[in-house]
C-alpha cells in the first residue's frame, strides 16, 4: 500500500475545541452585502486616518533609517516610541515599562499565556469585549462574569467572585460593546477593593482618548500602578492597519511578557513603530484626536436623535455614551436581537447582537434582547436611514 | 492599614517558568560592544533591504489605497499577497491554504497553539532553531531531539521516537543554525516513512531562496501536502523589519490556525502586506533574489578562505553551506564554545555558541564544541580579521 493513502494524523490540541469562528465575524458577513447600513462594525472612520502624514512619515523613515527601519529589532519596541507612550500616560510610567505590542489584540494574547493556567479564573465586565474572550480562550481559563451596572463591575459581585482569580479584566472607558464608562466615585472604589483583596487588573483603554465632552477620569493604573496591567492602542487615534498598540506592566511582570513578546513573533514592525513615532513628534496628537472626537460627537448625536424620532413607542431603550464608538440598546421584551437580525438585513440594515458579548450569559433572555450599534462608520445621512429601517423593523416585529 | 500597603499577587500561569530569557540574546548583548566583529547574529544584511522600492511602494499604497491600507482587515491576509505566495510554491496551493502571518515566528506560535498539548511530544533536528524551541515552550510540550546528522534527521531515530509525537519540525534548506540541507534522497525517504507513520511535519523554509549553486530540492510540503505544514517568510528576501511571515496549512487544519491568529493579533498589518505585494508585483524577486545570493555567496566564500587560511592546524571543523546565512563548526577535544565567548569577545569577535540550539543536549560535550558563525552581516575584510583574531584565540587556549 502506497503510505501517502493514509490519512495523515494530525492531532488538536485540546484547546483549539475553544477556538471557533468568532460569531460576530459570521454576523458580518452577512452584513457586506451591498446597500446595507452598517452599525455593525468595529471600525474607525477611515476618515480620520492621517494618510497625508503617514506619507510624509513614511517617506522620511526610509530615507533617513531606511535599513535601520528595515531589520530586526528589540523586542521591546522602537526606543523612541516607548518613550512617546510613556510620556503621554497620566502617571508615572518609566519608558522600560511599555512594551509595543502587535495592536492591543496582542497585548491580550500575551497576558493570557503568562497569567492563565488552564481552569485558572478570570473575571471579566457583563458584556465585555468579545475579542479578549477570543484571546483569553486558548490558555483555557474559567471565565466568569462580574455583574455590571451602567458603569461597568458592581463591587458587591466583584468581591463575591474574586477568589482564586487571576485578574479582572476591564475596559473603563466608553467601553466595547456598551459605550460606558467608569465613573470616578466608582474607579475610586474598585482599585481600593482591587487591593484590598489584592486581585490584580488588566485595564483595557483603547477608547479612552475618544471623548466628547470631557476627559474621563484617571485610569485604575494612575492609582494601583503596581496592582494593574495598562493595554492601550493607536488604532483610533491613529489607524488600525499599523498593528500597534502596547502594554505597561509592574516590572515585576515585564521581563515574561518581553519573552511571551519575542516567543510570539519576535517584534512588532520596526518600520510602523518609526512611522508612527515620526507621525506623533511634537503635537500632532493635540491637532489630529480633537477632530475625531469632533466628528464622532456629530455622529453619536445623529444617532441619538434618529432614535429619539423614530424609536418613539417602540420599547426600545439606548444609552448615551460620552465617548467612544458604540452605542448599547436593549429591544423591548420577547424579542431577539439574533432573530431579528436577517429581517433588518432585509431592511437594509445591519447590527451586532449583543449574546456573543457575555462571558457566561449568551442563554440569558436579557443578553439575548441586547445589541451593539456603531455610530461611527456610517455617514449621518445613513444613520437616519438605518435607524428609520431599524424601528419600522422592529414596528413589524413587535406589531 | 492602606490597602495599597499589600503587594499585589500576581500569580504567573505555570508555563512562565519556561519562558526564560534567550541565551542567545544575553550573549549577543556582550558581542554588542563597539569595536567587535560580530559573526553572532541572526541578521540579514541590511545592504540587501529594496529600500528605494520600499519607498515607491509605500508612497504609491497610500496615495492609491490609503484608508483600506490603514483600516482592519481579514485575519487570513490581503488577497493579492496570498496569491502571490501560493502562486510562487513548487507544488498546487491554493491561494485559500495560506495565511499571512507577522513573520514566520508567528506561524510557530499558531502552530503550537493548536498542535501542541502541555506534554505533547514534538520532534526537532538536533540542533534547531532556537526561536522554534522559545515559541513551542510556552505551550509545555516535551520537546525531543532527533538524532541528525550532516543533511539533518536521521530516519532510525525518528522511527523510533514518532510514537505519539505530535509533529516533527525541521528545516531542510540552509538550516539554522547549522547550515545544513536535506538532500533529494534523504527528503523522499523522509517523506515516505512521515506517511507510513502518519507523523505530521512542520516545515520551516525562510532560507530556501538564499541558495548559491543550485536550487535545492522540493520541499516536503510538495511531496506530502496533506502531511505538511509548510512556513515561510518575506525576511530573508524583502527585509525583516516588516515582519511578514505565510504559513501554508492542510484544508483540514487551517480554520484553526485561522481563529488561533485571530485571537493573537487580528491580522497582519494591512499596510505592510500591500507594500510587500507591491514591492513584489511582476518580475522583482527574479531580479533581486540572485543579488542576494551572489553577495552572501562571496562572503561565505571569504569566510571559507579565511578559516582554510587562519585555522590551519587548530583541529576546528566547519561545514561548507551550499546556501543561507550560518557556517557551523566544531572546537577542537577539550574547548568549550560558551567558555571561548568572552576571549573571542576580548579579542574583538564574536559567534554564538552551539549548545543552546540543542533541545535536550546542552549539557553534550559534543554539543558544547559547536558554534555558528554567521558570514552576512560582516564585510569580506571584517571577516578576514575576524576569523584571524577567532584563530589567535583558539590557538592560545589549545596551547
Known amino acids: ?54 506619507a510624509a512619515a513614511s517617506a ?28 503621554g500616560l497620566p502617571w508615572p510610567v518609566d519608558p522600560d515599562q511599555v512594551l509595543i505590542t502587535t ?12 497569567l492563565v493556567d488552564a481552569g485558572s479564573r478570570v473575571l471579566v465586565e457583563t458584556p465585555t469585549y468579545l475579542g479578549a474572550l477570543q484571546a483569553f480562550a486558548p490558555m483555557e481559563p474559567e471565565i466568569l462574569g462580574v455583574r455590571s451596572d451602567y458603569e461597568g463591575v458592581q463591587l458587591d459581585d466583584l468581591r463575591a467572585k474574586a477568589e482564586g482569580a487571576r485578574f479582572l479584566y476591564l475596559l473603563p472607558n466608553f467601553q466595547n ?16 477593593l482591587a487591593a484590598e483583596l489584592r486581585l490584580p487588573i488588566v485595564e483595557d483603554n483603547p477608547y479612552g482618548e475618544l471623548w466628547f465632552d470631557r476627559a474621563p477620569p484617571p485610569p485604575l493604573s494612575a492609582r494601583h500602578p503596581d496592582g494593574c496591567l495598562y493595554l492601550g492602542s493607536f488604532s483610533k487615534v491613529l489607524a488600525p492597519g499599523l498593528r ?36 506623533m513628534a511634537g503635537d500632532f496628537l493635540q491637532r489630529h484626536v480633537p477632530r475625531i472626537r469632533a466628528l464622532y460627537r456629530s455622529q453619536r448625536d445623529a444617532m441619538l436623535a434618529a432614535l429619539e424620532r423614530e424609536m418613539a413607542g417602540l420599547g426600545l431603550q439606548w444609552n448615551v455614551p460620552d465617548g467612544g464608538m458604540f452605542l448599547w440598546a436593549r429591544l423591548p421584551h420577547g424579542l431577539d436581537a439574533l432573530e431579528l437580525l436577517p429581517r433588518a438585513v432585509e431592511a437594509g440594515v445591519a447590527f451586532v447582537p449583543g449574546a456573543p ?36 423593523v422592529i414596528r413589524q416585529a413587535t406589531g
Open 244 to 279: 500597534l498598540g502596547f502594554l505597561v506592566a509592574p516590572p515585576a511582570l515585564y521581563p515574561k511578557l518581553l519573552q511571551a513578546k519575542q516567543a510570539a513573533d519576535l517584534h512588532s514592525p520596526g518600520f510602523n513603530q518609526r512611522m508612527a513615532a515620526q507621525v
Open 60 to 87: 522620511r523613515v526610509l530615507q533617513e533609517d531606511g535599513p535601520a527601519a528595515l531589520q530586526y529589532a528589540a523586542s521591546e519596541g522602537f526606543p523612541a516610541l516607548r518613550q512617546q507612550v510613556a510620556a
Open 1 to 54: 500500500m502506497n503510505p501517502y493513502d493514509l490519512p495523515s494524523t494530525w492531532v488538536l490540541a485540546r484547546r483549539a475545541s475553544r477556538m471557533n469562528p468568532s460569531a460576530i465575524r459570521e454576523i458580518l458577513k452577512v452584513t457586506e452585502r451591498p446597500g446595507v447600513i452598517s452599525f455593525a462594525g468595529g471600525l474607525p472612520s477611515p476618515s480620520t486616518f492621517p494618510v497625508d502624514a503617514f
Open 357 to 392: 458579548f457575555y462571558a457566561d450569559g449568551s442563554e440569558d433572555p436579557e443578553a439575548q434582547r441586547t445589541l451593539r450599534l456603531s455610530f461611527v462608520t456610517a455617514s449621518v445621512a445613513e444613520i437616519d436611514r438605518g435607524i428609520a429601517a431599524l424601528a419600522a
Open 177 to 192: 460593546p456598551t459605550g460606558r464608562s467608569m465613573s470616578e466615585a466608582r474607579r475610586a472604589a474598585l482599585a481600593e
Open 103 to 114: 495592536g492591543s489584540q496582542q497585548g491580550l494574547d500575551l497576558v493570557a499565556k503568562v
